[in-house]
């Protein structure tokens, strides 16, 4: 009985939508971590020079409860935003589904814009503008360290 539970329960696991290769995100790995939420399009100039160090902050940052996330500001879906993320070279995950909802981030009229969210789901900044992987490193630590 008890595998049979179990195996039920492991089907309605919760999770986040898909990312841009159409694999779905678990839930978990926005939850009980520390999230930069980039919002990124095709034409976005500043975008573009902003990914390579969003890239390398999240190889930084692997295995440190800290996750990188991109989120495409027009709602690019399925092969679109497989060929978008690919076209700018993003190897972290993008999320197809807006989690501004689960996070109450506030709609932003300019890009580049990055979230920061701590372990509770609760926004602690937004960066306007074009970000560097030592910027944002440093201020997670400063948010971390008022914990």
Not at 124 to 130: A, F, P
Request: aromatic letters at 6%; hydrophobic letters at 40%; glycine letters at 8%.
């Amino acid at each position: 009985m008890t595998v049979i539970a179990g195996l039920l329960l492991a089907g309605c696991a919760e999770d986040a939508g898909v990312d841009q290769h159409g694999r779905k995100v678990a839930v978990e790995r926005l939850e009980d971590q520390w999230l930069v939420i980039n919002y990124w399009a095709e034409w976005c100039g500043p975008c573009r020079t902003e990914i390579p160090e969003l890239n390398h902050l999240a190889k930084e940052l692997k295995g440190q409860q800290v996750e990188v996330f991109g989120v495409n500001f027009d709602g690019l879906q399925g092969a679109e935003l497989a060929k978008s993320s690919e076209a700018l070279g993003i190897e972290f995950t993008v999320l197809a589904t807006d989690p501004a909802t689960r996070f109450s981030l506030p709609r932003s009229e300019a890009l580049p814009v990055t979230y920061l969210v701590d372990k509770s789901g609760k926004v602690r900044d937004r960066l306007m503008g074009e970000q560097t992987a030592a910027g944002l490193r440093k201020r997670l630590l400063e948010l971390q360290a008022s914990d």
